[in-house]
């Protein structure tokens, strides 16, 4: 992709999953990138999982103070930032009747408010630089109604308007998408699913199978490229054909 290499980037979620892919494919770009997560031992292991990464730093992103403290490391790390992908979340899956206001809160800290906290400390320092992009991760979910998921698909439907908003406001000089990968084969995917439901998923989906994490980390890349330059406020599905 044009325009990536040497540019700083941070991947919130950065360790695992669809953040993983996504750190690796940025450092193949040529990109320096920090990413964020939450898990001790994710952290730990990410300079040996992900050859060439810059750092991999703790961060909890429903914490406020974890945030402000994260993007100061970048600060010192990498000098600024030019790309965020805000990709942190988590899912509880339960019955509408079921969720209890700790999950509830939890799950829209994480994923909507941790989105916001990132995207605005991001934002500043492009603001007040030469710009940059920022891409959120949002779901299918924040389309249309799935079952057993009403905190996440609230909280993904929150991220899409978040990130349209910003996209009017931080234009021309940062621009702003949301991608909304349909069923991804993630770790966090595989926990919530057995093999049978997974299964039947797959036999729902128009191209037969759950993407891998390498094709959303690729969308990433090329929206952040020179070559995406005319995508903001984008709301971008890659589902293989679930919302059709």
């Not at 992900?50 to 103070?65: E, F, T, Y």
């Not at 974890?66 to 790390?77: G, N, R, S, T, Y």
């Not at 030469?130 to 905190?151: C, F, K, Q, R, W």
Request: glycine residues 10%; charged residues 20%.
């Amino acid at each position: 992709m044009k325009g990536l290499e040497g540019k700083r980037v941070v991947v919130t979620g950065g360790t695992s999953g669809i953040g993983e892919a996504t750190s690796r494919r940025f450092l193949e770009e040529g990109a320096r990138v920090i990413a964020l997560a939450f898990g001790e031992e994710e952290v730990a292991s990410a300079p040996e999982r992900i050859p060439g990464i810059a750092a991999a730093l703790r961060c909890d992103v429903a914490d406020a103070s974890q945030v402000v403290d994260a993007f100061a490391q970048v600060d010192e790390l990498l000098g600024g930032i030019d790309v965020l992908v805000a990709n942190a979340g988590i899912s509880i899956r339960k019955p509408f009747l079921e969720i209890d206001e700790a999950d509830w809160q939890r799950v829209l800290d994480v994923n909507l408010t941790g989105v916001f906290r990132c995207a605005q400390q991001a934002a500043r320092r492009m603001h007040a630089a030469d710009g940059g992009v920022i891409l959120m991760t949002a779901s299918t979910n924040g389309l249309t109604g799935h079952e057993y998921y009403a905190d996440y698909n609230a909280s993904k439907a929150g991220v899409i308007l978040l990130a349209r908003t910003m996209a009017l406001e931080l234009a021309p000089k940062v621009r702003v998408n949301a991608v909304c990968p349909g069923y991804v084969l993630t770790p966090m995917q595989e926990a919530e699913y057995s093999p049978e439901m997974l299964a039947r998923v797959n036999e729902s989906i128009p191209i037969g199978r759950h993407a891998a994490p390498e094709e959303i980390a690729a969308l990433y890349a090329f929206l952040a490229s020179d070559e995406g330059g005319y995508f903001t406020g984008a709301v971008i599905s890659i589902d293989g054909g679930e919302t059709a």
